[in-house]
Nanobody, 125 residues
Framework: QVQLVESGGGLVQAGGSLRLSCAAS????????MGWCRQAPGKEREFVAA????????YYADSVKGRFTISRDKAKNAVSLQMNSIKPEDTAVYHC??????????????????WGQGTQVTVSS
């Protein structure tokens, strides 16, 4: 069974930093693109960032480009999201996600097939 477990969320002041982590188990996630999406209260879930199965390519939503960095450790089946210059509008539940099929790119919501339960990020102004 596929399992994605996020950690690292919390309360942070605007302008601060947080690092989210996701531990994956249940299949060889090294062959899958990984990513992060978020859902703010009253809004639909939206794409945040993704990284290719090789780790060579990364993709970001315009709203986080230049502030967030996604990375992966294939040996540990883990993916991280470094969040810098955080803004109040970044407040949301952040979900780790895995691509639908191995070796395929994932750079939008439709490309992900597995999700974690999420970790809350709250930004105070």
């Amino acid at each position: 069974q596929v399992q994605l477990v996020e950690s690292g969320g919390g309360l942070v002041q605007a302008g601060g930093s947080l690092r989210l982590s996701c531990a994956a188990s249940g299949r060889t996630f090294g062959d899958y693109a990984m990513g992060w999406c978020r859902q703010a209260p009253g809004k639909e879930r939206e794409f945040v960032a993704a990284i290719s199965w090789t780790g060579a390519r990364t993709y970001y939503a315009d709203s986080v480009k230049g502030r967030f960095t996604i990375s992966r450790d294939k040996a540990k089946n883990a993916v991280s999201l470094q969040m810098n210059s955080i803004k109040p509008e970044d407040t949301a539940v952040y979900h780790c996600a895995a691509g639908r099929a191995p070796y395929f790119a994932a750079n939008s919501m439709a490309d992900f097939g597995s999700w974690g339960q999420g970790t809350q990020v709250t930004v105070s102004s």
